[in-house]
């Protein structure tokens, strides 16, 4: 039977040290108008959007949610917010929209 004993061989490696980064992240959302919207193109890599809808109730109570989507495009997470809204809140009417990106500084 061959010995293939390899603790002759010796592999010389140089440690590598990690440097912090003294740069923080910053994560703002900015506000996104109508036109923004409308104008907006298709991306490669899903970006953040906060959609607020406020309505109200066929009580009269108001109701305001706000939500997290990772969409290709903006519209995309309008349509999702939109329809999940009326899906939890059935006969609720929508009084207003906010549009928000997550933005990196």
């Known amino acids: 039977m061959p010995n293939h004993n390899t603790s002759g ?4 490696s140089v440690p ?13 959302y900015k506000y996104l108008g109508k036109t923004q919207l409308m104008r907006a193109r298709f991306t490669q890599s899903p970006e953040t959007y906060i959609i ?3 309505g109200t109730r066929h009580d009269g109570k108001k109701v ?5 989507y990772d969409e290709l495009h903006p ?5 999702r917010a939109v329809v999940e ?4 809140y059935i006969g609720c009417t929508i009084d207003f929209i906010n549009y928000k ?4 500084k």
């Not at 519209?75 to 349509?79: K, R």
């Not at 809204?85 to 939890?88: K, Y």
């Open 85 to 88: 809204f009326s899906d939890d």
């Open 52 to 54: 607020s809808i406020r």
């Open 64 to 68: 305001e949610v706000s939500r997290i």
């Open 101 to 104: 990106q997550k933005v990196l």
């Open 9 to 12: 061989n010796r592999v010389h």
């Open 75 to 79: 519209l995309m997470a309008v349509g």
């Open 16 to 28: 590598q040290t990690t440097v912090p980064s003294t740069t923080q992240t910053i994560v703002t």
